[in-house]
DNA sequence: GCAAAAGTGTTTTTGCTACACCCATGC
DNA sequence: GCATGGGTGTAGCAAAAACACTTTTGC
């Protein structure tokens, strides 16, 4: 049977963005403004549609590098004259309903991004409004509690994707060096210990944490450098190590 | 700005299905010989493309049952009327490359499936000739010392889609009961340790392995039957209990 | 009896928890 | 001095690894 155009549906793929950091000791997602209809003044994940000859990780860090200026670090071979900053990008899952977009028929690719915390969002190409929201508050764990101006729920299917992408990152921080990717390119142990405590919620004991991280080979490299940006006695800094797993994995508190 | 139709590319989508079971000790993965071009001739992963108005999901159980006969079970509230044997399907990641399709823009989203051991596979509606292959000889890792029939590399990007989909089958069977799935709906403690050596490639304790199944709440619940179908003393017979999750989970022997 | 697989008991070791305690800075 | 966060030592406990041993079938 020879290839015949007719005997598929046309389909729009586009990438939506669940791009974390750690603010104020608080997981934040970054979220844009909707200008258009659907779901016009709500605020949505970002995302795009993907071209025409663009893979599709390329077109999440396309979208990425758009909304925040974040280039996409390899944790494995830093490009030299990369972005100051880097970040971790990964495919998250693909949302397919018929119905999730009232307009056409669209299949889009979520990804996951981990940045640091930056200094604030720029707004994207189409001078979109864009900021840090508590995922507290987006996922509605404690929204009612607060009269909050979060406009509801998020445009389209955002909640649950973004609900997907918080629990990838709280999952894989457990077994991986991911957490690295909140931090900046030096960090000291007790900072990374606050992205574990803002990723899950719950506190740690920070002498076993420092045992555990500093014990595992290969997590942690010494720079040499010191700090004292947290107060009290100065702390040691470090960079990302080459391991990427965690064995045995961090173990989060029941809650 | 309005809604514009020509602001995007239109993709075809497809879904793809990496169908694991375990047969004779060695796990093994469907894969259908393709009957036209391109790659003619060759193994692929069965699949198909998703219809104007079906969800990723049902696309994926659809092909399944299309290829298997199998019905997709949920494992929480299995249908009294269903298909003898259910099975274990999730989505596994979507796949994009600009190039993977010589003809045209394909992006898949490709499904984990996981069966029992099944009698044999049917042909597809299309007659294609299917058959189950230890992954082992598809992915290449030994294929060299036998000189075998598997006409190289399957199609497209499938040998990297095979190797995701296995390797998600290894890492979550360890904190998780998937591994009943691969199991029929009474199955001894033997049986099932002998799915988790077939799955890791590693030898287990039978003992410690007993001992670790039994004793997690929620995983096994006895039926109260025995057997004898694998020689040596009558083994209880089981049902995979509730729990979904296992912690602890269950550890992967280093290789 | 013998082989084979099921199932239990016991010791060793590993790694986490909890908490006492000391260190080095800013103020 | 005192507060603050950084870092080490150690006892207790939970669970995994390793392995001896008994049980119940088929042949």
């Known amino acids: 049977m020879p290839y015949d155009p007719s005997a598929f549906p046309p389909?729009?793929?586009?990438?939506?963005?669940v791009v974390l950091t750690v603010r104020r000791d608080a997981l934040c997602a970054l979220v844009v403004r909707r200008g258009e209809q659907p779901y016009q003044g709500r605020w949505a994940l970002p995302g795009g549609f993907v071209r025409a000859d663009?893979?599709?990780?390329?077109?999440?860090?396309?979208?990425?590098?758009?909304?925040t200026g974040l280039c996409v670090h390899d944790r494995h071979s830093p490009a030299p004259g990369s972005?100051?900053?880097?970040?971790?990008?990964?495919?998250?899952?693909t949302y397919g309903d018929p119905k999730r977009d009232p307009r056409m028929r669209v299949?889009?690719?979520?990804?996951?991004?981990?940045?640091?915390?930056?200094?604030?969002?720029?707004?994207?190409?189409?001078?979109n409004q864009a900021r840090w929201a508590p995922v507290g508050l987006l996922l509605g764990k404690e929204a009612d509690a607060h009269g909050e101006d979060q406009s509801g729920?998020?445009?389209?299917?955002?909640?649950?994707?973004?609900?997907?992408?918080?629990?990838?990152?709280?999952?894989?921080i457990e077994y991986s060096s991911l957490a690295t990717a909140f931090c900046p390119p030096e960090f000291t142990v007790g900072e990374l210990r606050r992205v574990y405590e803002a990723v899950w919620g719950v506190a740690l004991d920070p002498r076993n944490f420092h045992r555990k991280v500093t014990?595992?080979?290969?997590?942690?490299?010494?720079?040499?450098?010191?700090?004292?940006?947290?107060?009290?006695?100065?702390?040691?800094?470090?960079?990302?190590?080459?391991?990427?797993?965690?064995?045995?994995?961090?173990l989060r508190p029941e809650v």
Chains 1, 2 share one sequence.
Do not use: C, Y
């Open 215 to 250: 014990g595992t080979p290969g997590f942690l490299v010494p720079t040499g450098g010191t700090t004292t940006r947290q107060g009290g006695r100065p702390a040691q800094l470090f960079r990302a190590g080459g391991a990427t797993l965690l064995n045995p994995p961090m």
């Open 83 to 93: 972005s100051p900053t880097g970040a971790h990008l990964e495919q998250l899952a």
């Open 54 to 67: 663009e893979d599709l990780t390329a077109a999440a860090a396309r979208e990425l590098a758009e909304e």
């Open 153 to 172: 729920q998020l445009a389209f299917d955002h909640t649950q994707i973004l609900a997907d992408g918080v629990e990838r990152a709280r999952s894989k």
């Open 11 to 17: 389909f729009a793929v586009t990438v939506d963005l």
């Open 107 to 127: 299949v889009s690719v979520a990804h996951l991004a981990l940045a640091p915390d930056l200094p604030a969002p720029r707004a994207g190409g189409d001078a």
